[in-house]
């Protein structure tokens, strides 16, 4: 590694730089997360770059290295990484066995169903109001088979037209999962919906998908229709590169693995109607054997061609009234479905270990096969009560002790006995006649959907197990007179049942079947609640709420539909546990909004105008743009003080407590006053000494709450008295040596109270200096902007100046203040300040800290009895010093931040930084504003500070 480049951040601000000036790539479109081809980095680039960076980190850098790590962050890492350890390599080869009958936890769902069902919460609302998604096929799905021969028309006329579709699947964000148009054409719209339901899945976890990138997380999706390969290449001359990854059912898993970047197994399963089941099953089995560390299982299935239907139309399968009624003596055949569903998986041992929130437990599972039954298609009551014994077996307990099944539940007429037969006399059996096995179908309400019937199904008794209800079949009427139902000791859920804990935990199992006789079997029982941790239940006073995306309108749209869900199914989840999630388990995106609030209603409000792109109290909308790095802390002088001013902050941020607890002695003996009481009780400072003192004691409590989140100075520049908080924060100074400058300072001046004004004026320091030039008592006493001076004087010529600059319409105003700096009144006042601080030993400045007292900025001051001597009669030089350091030799900051009760100067700022620097992006905010709560206050520009990264609160 060379002097140069010392760790990975200085590698990957490295790359940046040479991307943006030998490929050129505009600097705000380098994504360190993109892959370099992304970025432009061609072959004969990667060639050069090799050699560049060989020659930097003296060592051999391969090209090939830039397709093993293809992003900036991955060969940053990569690059600077030690080299490996043989022995603990060779001990991580050697791994570490896991329990084949490890519990496993289920930590995230996402589901996608017709109905309007996006989410686990959604779905359960679906189920609990007996709701049915099934109905005609959309017009648009079949017209690409319409107008073909008599033949076809016939037989097209003929297929049942009842299903469960969902809508718009032609509809997907490639932008956002990084694909390009053209190819997104040509993917077969399973992979487009299963990579939106795992990203949802993810976030339901708390995991940040980015988080998983060249992890050992194995992906395991159920799949069993492939019917957009065979429709899309109908016309050879539309195939391209892409149509055949596009169309391979193989792709529906490695899509996903290669978009996250996932080192662990991906493999499609299909076994038809059970897939997404067996997919689950073994997942269970890749965690056990530690082939994975997180698994993701999943199921989907899209009906894009009339063929399958007339199939099972042809078998007579299919239900002619358009209703899957399972176990139901009405059932005459099932309706096919669409859908998808996302479980992540983890080992209950590792879930507890990282905190997660446990959903669910799978207890054991099986899967086997029919073997030669009475047909292909035809079920095997020996095979299914063998797969349910192997299940409970697996996982270590009696089949007596689960409650309730989530059965197959076609609703077919030899398939719905054969199934109940095989659960009556596994579990069923020895139960008392008042407490029966209960059994229900989620394809009661959403038809069959096929691969991802057996996901549908586990999501449902999850969500059961954990919230202690059992939702009922849809339209359940009469029993099934081929089922002897008490004999086989069940019952079927035809009411919303209450499902309380006993002396086990509440317990399920999860059947699904495949047509060609693959059956699986998976047990589930409730996950055990986490006590909080000590403390746990304090909350901070307000919460962050982080809402990314990777434009301004995904921002926005993520806005609404978290505003909808505090305001609905969320309303009882704790708001500090919501701003939680959002800022510690999502991925960061490269556009964010904060909203900070004190309750929900001022959450929800926020939420909604961030949506709307308004301006509200504690919302900071998404930057377009970031400025450069560097942060200048400015203190303002005189006149931002008000009465109750801390106070909040006081009880809510122990930062800020702390640093006025520790002040406070020294700040008593200069002061003769306790800073603490004036701001616990909200007194007002009254008086030219007890303002100022108080100003900079608070000024610099403020500076440690900034400090206590992370954000430090650069620069420190101050405005005429705020330079004695300056010097004090640059470490030029002891707190107790700047209350004492300002003690002795307030002191000598408090006996001219009155006797002099000053005047804010919307002019240049030209226009200042010709308007005052008949007024020799009168001087420029504050280069404010290029726009903006302040001058002083004898208070009658100051009125008569205003009146004068107002008749020229433009603005001027008096400054409430009671002394006037910077003017001759102070020359009397100097000799005196030298005496009383002749004393002072100030030491050199350990953060860069430009003076506003001389007009020379360059010379390094010691900030001794001269200097403050000086500094109350001299011209405040504040435009000259915010221009050095926006754009001074010395270098450029671009984040300004005004460090006092009240903003006076942030708007000052900006315009001498427009003026100065065209084209330059400048953030310029203050910390406090005058009577609003001040914590919520702090916390918006604290998040205003932060354009290209939020907080971490």
Known sequence: MTAGISNEADLRHWLVDYLVTNIGCPPDEVDPNLSLADLGVGSRDAVVL??????????????IDFWEHPTINALAAYLTAPEPDPESDAALRRGVRGSLDEPIAVIGMGCRFPGGISGPDALWEFLCERRSSIGQVPPERWEPFEGGSPEVAAALARTTRWGSFLPNIDAFDADFFEISPSEADKMDPQQRLLLEVAWEALEHAGIPPSALRRSQTGVFAGACLSEYGAISSTDLSRVDGWSNTGGAMSIIANRLSYFLDL?????????ACSSSLVAIHLACQSLRTQDSHLAIAAGVNLLLSPAVFRGFDQVGALSPTGHCRAFDAAADGFVRGEGAGVVVLKRLTDAQRDGDRVLA????????????????????????MAVLRAAYTNAGMQPSEVDFIEAHGTGTLLGDPIEARALGTVLGRGRPEESPLLIGSVKTNLG?????????????????????????????????????????????VDTQTEWPSTEHPRRAGVSSFGFGGTNAHVVIEQGQDVPPAPGQGLGPAVSTLVVAGKTTQRVAATANVLADWMAGPGANVALADVAHTLNHHRSRQTKFGTVVARDRDQAVAGLRALAAGQHAPGVVNPEEGSPGPGTVFVYSGRGSQWAGMGRQLLADEPAFAAAVAELEPVFVEQAGFSLHDVLATGKELVGIEQIQLGLIGIQLALTELWRSYGVDPDVVIGHSMGEVAAAVVAGALTPAEGLRVTATRSKLMAPLSGRGGMALLELDAAATEELIADYPQVTLGIYNSPRQTVIAGPTEQIDELITRVRAKDRFASRVNIEVAPHNPAMDALQPQMRSELADLTPRTPMTQII??????????????????????????HFQQAITQAGSGALGAYHTFIEISPHPLLTQAIIDTLHNAQHGTRYTSIGTLHRDTDDTVTFHTNLNKAHTTHPPHT
């Open 50 to 63: 090799s050699g560049e960076l060989s020659e930097l980190l003296g060592k051999t850098v391969s090209p």
């Open 263 to 271: 080192r662990g197994p991906s493999v499609a399963v299909d076994t």
């Open 361 to 384: 437990v799978i207890c054991g599972s099986a899967i086997n096969q029919d073997g030669r039954s009475n047909g292909l298609m035809a079920p095997n009551p020996a095979a299914q």
């Open 448 to 492: 069959h959907t096929e691969a991802a019937a057996g996901i549908a199904g586990f999501i449902k008794a999850v969500l059961a197990v954990q919230r202690g209800q059992i939702p009922p079949n849809h339209r359940f009427e009469s029993p099934n007179p081929h089922i002897p139902f008490v004999d086989l000791r069940m019952k079927v």
């Open 851 to 876: 003076s506003t007292t001389y007009e020379d900025l360059d010379t390094q001051r010691a900030f001794d009895a001269e200097h403050w001597a000086t500094n109350m009669r001299n011209p405040v």
